[in-house]
């Protein structure tokens, strides 16, 4: 058997077609994309997850609306709020909405500092808001309100948990893009990027507008 | 032919021109967005004032405070997500998850006479 290699013409590489939906690192804003919708897909995606989320937060909150004034003997949320720290917080939080979206608003004008400094300084103010949660709850618990204490003990902590949950997720993704920046990572349309967090982040903030008002400011 | 095409691309730029031309005189400025947290902050000191003053009649309290609490909850999504003028679709995708939020949990609540209570 002699080796025989047969020589292959040689073949043009194929062009790559760009899926519908596929940004090639051009600045859009503003111009239709190349969908079937004429819109990014991406964000027709986060509208609709931000949708479906109402979903959850709905059903959070409503059971804990039921099981509000369920705690029989043991302590409950009149003995328990503090409305001026919790209310500072808030503040901090709503705070951290506007940062975002100056965040937002240099990605858009190209301005990468800007955008990193105003996503450094959110994840900074979502992280003092995390910190006070904390401080909530342990104080909560030195008072001897457990997670199974009571139907309301576990309804305001499974509310107040899975929001502190998003707000964690958020500022990973805060902190993932900023390293991504710095580094260039970030592929596509960069300014997109950035607005799918920014929406993220204020889906947040409007959750716990809610919560605040619902939980902590109506009477029991 | 060529003529024809030439005609198309050039209303194409046109049209893209006009929806980017639109698209950015809805841009907010960054002052704005200042104005509009600051408006946001007056909102969540009214809505503390009202549960830390006794003298405020109790009967109005709640629906102050969902009052309130509504126009924030517009105020971020409408301006900060820039929902009031992104895409219909957009709309109607995140509206129809926080429609069908409160009527399921509306019917939920009924059920069980959270609101006789």
């Known amino acids: 058997m002699s080796d025989t ?23 859009h804003i503003g111009l239709p994309h190349h969908t079937t919708t004429g819109l990014s897909n991406t964000k027709l995606a986060m509208w609709l997850f931000l949708g479906s989320e109402c979903l959850l937060f709905g059903g ?15 302590i409950g949320p009149d003995q328990l709020w503090d409305i001026p720290f919790t209310s500072a917080t808030s503040f901090i939080l709503l705070m951290s909405s506007l940062t975002m979206v100056l965040a937002v608003s240099a990605a858009k004008r190209k301005d990468e500092r800007g955008t990193r400094l105003w996503l450094t300084v959110t994840a900074l103010l979502g992280g003092l808001f995390l910190a006070g949660q904390v401080y909530e709850f342990t104080v909560f618990y030195r008072e001897g309100l457990g997670y199974t204490t009571s139907l309301f003990s576990s309804s305001f902590y499974t509310l107040t948990g899975f929001h502190g949950v998003h707000v964690a997720v958020g500022i ?3 902190l993932s893009l900023v390293g991504m920046l710095a580094k260039g990572r970030v592929l596509g349309d ?15 903030d409007v959750v716990w507008i809610v919560i605040f008002t619902l939980v902590y400011l109506i009477p029991a | 032919m060529s003529i024809d095409n030439d005609t198309h691309t050039d209303t194409d730029d046109v049209v893209s021109q006009v929806e980017h031309d639109d698209l950015h ?3 907010i400025s960054d002052k704005n967005y ?11 000191a009214m809505e503390v004032a009202a549960t830390e003053i006794s003298s405020f009649p109790s009967s109005l309290l709640v629906p102050a405070l969902l009052l309130m609490m ?7 999504v409408s301006y900060f997500m820039h929902l009031k003028h992104d895409a219909a679709l957009f709309k109607f995708g995140f509206y ?22």
Not at chain 1, 190 to 204: D, N, P, Q, S
Not at chain 2, 34 to 44: F, K
């Open chain 1, 190 to 204: 960069k300014a997109e990027t950035v607005e799918m967090i920014g929406l993220y982040w204020h889906f947040v």
């Open chain 2, 34 to 44: 200042v104005i509009i947290a600051l408006l946001l902050a007056v909102l969540t």
């Open chain 1, 5 to 27: 290699t047969i020589e292959q013409p040689a073949t043009p590489e194929p062009e790559m077609e760009i899926p519908a939906g596929y940004d090639d690192g051009q600045d």
């Open chain 1, 172 to 174: 990973i993704m805060l």
């Open chain 2, 96 to 117: 129809i998850g926080l429609a069908g939020a409160v009527v399921l949990y509306s019917v939920v609540l009924t059920t069980f006479h959270f609101f006789v209570n």
């Open chain 2, 25 to 27: 005189s809805h841009e």
């Open chain 1, 60 to 74: 959070l909150i409503s059971t804990y609306m039921l099981y509000r004034n369920r705690q029989g003997d043991a």
């Open chain 2, 70 to 76: 509504a126009v924030k909850f517009f105020v971020v």
